[in-house]
């Protein structure tokens, strides 16, 4: 079992003749997920990487049944191309781009609520279940099949959670980066809840930091939770951090929701808050 994506996950890589495309469009199908096409106007009607391309998103859904889009397209052409891959009925959206408008951001969190569909990102490593599909710009060969899953707001430390999975024996169920900007395709709380309902998942790693709401509202779900199963949380950033690198939430807050005050909240609701990465090994070995 997964979240969100699998070995039957059809995915349409939108921009896929752009060389950043090109080059992690190869290492995921090697990876062996499931491109069944590509999207350029320029392009259309040729194989690319051994991929039909289309002149539209709608056009590779009808030829091909694409149900998740990849998008390797520029920042400020990303709102069009989620309202492209949206208005053709895909239902799961992943947005690599770096510095999106946040109005277009806001605007495509509307749009994507409006069609019930899923958006991860922007500014993430995108979404991997290893074995099955990648989508995303996740390094080769670090993945490992088992039974944790983790969400992440850093991709590095998406990257050292996977090793110390690894190193833990215990593999992932499907790793998530929610996105390094402001605000998120998807949040926390969502992601939880999926690896709950994932009977592969046995426990949930959740790296968060300071700025914003994601963290706390990860905290009331989960405490709001039964039989919850195993949640290992890191908090990355500083006192002061606020200040330094300028999160405007926590600068209007004038630092009352510090790293610490995330890290109580969590260990309030039940659970494991470990102070450094390299403790992650550890507390795993401890689940195992």
Same mark, same amino acid.
């Given at each position: 079992?997964?979240?969100?994506?699998?070995?039957?996950?059809?995915?349409?890589?939108?921009?896929?003749?752009?060389?950043?495309?090109?080059?992690?469009?190869?290492?995921?199908?090697?990876?062996?997920? =499931? +491109?069944? %096409?590509? &999207?350029?106007?320029?392009?259309?009607?040729?194989?690319? @990487?051994? #991929?039909?391309?289309?002149?539209? $998103?709608?056009?590779?859904?009808?030829?091909?049944?694409?149900?998740?889009?990849?998008?390797?397209?520029?920042?400020? =052409? +990303?709102? %069009?191309? &989620?309202?492209?891959?949206?208005?053709?009925?895909?239902? @799961?959206? #992943?947005?690599?781009?770096?510095? $999106?408008?946040?109005?277009?951001?806001?605007?495509?969190?509307?749009?994507?609520?409006?069609?019930?569909?899923?958006?991860?990102?922007?500014?993430?490593?995108?979404?991997?279940?290893?074995?099955?599909?990648? @989508?995303? #710009?996740?390094?080769?060969?670090?993945?490992?099949?088992?039974?944790?899953?983790?969400?992440?707001?850093?991709?590095?430390?998406?990257?050292?959670?996977?090793?110390?999975?690894?190193?833990?024996?215990?593999?992932?169920?499907?790793?998530?980066?929610?996105?390094?900007?402001?605000?998120?395709?998807?949040?926390?709380?969502?992601?939880?809840?999926?690896?709950?309902?994932?009977?592969?998942?046995?426990?949930?790693?959740?790296?968060?930091?300071?700025?914003?709401?994601?963290?706390?509202?990860?905290?009331?779900?989960?405490?709001?939770?039964?039989?919850?199963?195993?949640?290992?949380?890191?908090?990355?950033?500083?006192?002061?951090?606020?200040?330094?690198?300028?999160?405007?939430?926590?600068?209007?807050?004038?630092?009352?929701?510090?790293?610490?005050?995330?890290?109580?909240?969590?260990?309030?609701?039940?659970?494991?808050?470990?102070?450094?990465?390299?403790?992650?090994?550890?507390?795993?070995?401890?689940?195992?």
């Amino acid at each position: 079992m997964s979240i969100l994506v699998n070995s039957s996950t059809r995915v349409v890589i939108q921009g896929i003749t752009g060389l950043q495309a090109s080059f992690h469009t190869k290492r995921i199908i090697d990876s062996g997920t =499931n +491109v069944v %096409a590509g &999207v350029s106007g320029h392009s259309a009607g040729t194989l690319h @990487l051994g #991929v039909p391309v289309f002149a539209s $998103v709608r056009e590779a859904v009808a030829q091909t049944k694409a149900n998740a889009s990849l998008l390797f397209v520029p920042a400020k =052409n +990303v709102k %069009a191309a &989620v309202k492209e891959a949206l208005e053709a009925g895909i239902k @799961l959206i #992943v947005s690599i781009a770096y510095g $999106v408008p946040i109005l277009d951001v806001l605007e495509i969190h509307k749009m994507v609520k409006m069609h019930q569909a899923v958006l991860i990102g922007p500014n993430t490593p995108g979404i991997m279940t290893p074995g099955e599909a990648c @989508l995303g #710009v996740f390094p080769e060969n670090i993945n490992k099949k088992g039974h944790i899953g983790i969400v992440s707001r850093s991709s590095t430390l998406t990257y050292e959670a996977i090793i110390e999975t690894n190193r833990a024996g215990l593999g992932q169920s499907t790793v998530i980066g929610i996105g390094d900007d402001m605000i998120a395709g998807c949040h926390f709380d969502e992601i939880i809840d999926l690896f709950h309902k994932d009977d592969e998942t046995k426990a949930i790693i959740l790296i968060g930091g300071l700025g914003g709401a994601y963290e706390e509202q990860a905290a009331a779900y989960y405490g709001s939770i039964k039989n919850k199963k195993p949640l290992i949380v890191y908090i990355t950033g500083f006192e002061n951090f606020a200040d330094d690198m300028g999160y405007a939430s926590d600068i209007i807050t004038h630092g009352k929701v510090t790293v610490e005050d995330k890290k109580r909240i969590f260990k309030d609701v039940g659970a494991r808050v470990i102070e450094s990465i390299d403790d992650l090994h550890h507390i795993l070995a401890q689940i195992k």
